[in-house]
């Protein structure tokens, strides 16, 4: 998959991490790049991805089944390093869990 020019390799693979785990735990996703909504509440992992990395940010909103949003993670591309793509999230259980894959991985790829 081709990514814009705000984003590294390693980068685009832990944030496929973060959206193939949130699918297949349930989960929907809406991609906000900084001032607009790029996909909203969906499930297709492709159209997700292609929805991101056009800007320098993506704020990625996670929804149950009932379409209510469990929280989000803020992805800053190309910010030093690999471990510091999430910028922040919300720290609760539900997405402290979907993160953990994502954020192994990067650990991974930064050595």
């Not at 390693?10 to 297949?24: T, Y």
């Not at 906000?32 to 320098?56: L, N, P, V, Y």
């Amino acid at each position: 998959m081709t990514y814009g020019n705000f984003v590294v390799a390693a980068e685009a693979q832990v944030a496929e991490k973060l959206v193939k785990d949130a699918l297949a735990a349930g989960y929907s996703i809406s991609v906000h790049e900084g001032e607009d909504w790029a996909i909203r509440s969906s499930t297709d992992k492709d159209a997700i991805m292609r929805s991101m990395c056009s800007t320098g940010e993506d704020r990625l909103y996670f929804h149950g089944s009932n379409g209510k949003s469990v929280g989000w993670v803020w992805f800053i591309w190309n910010n030093g390093s690999v471990e510091e793509v999430f910028t922040d999230y919300v720290a609760n259980p539900i997405i402290e869990r979907l993160v953990a894959g994502a954020e192994k991985l990067a650990a991974e790829l930064s050595v």
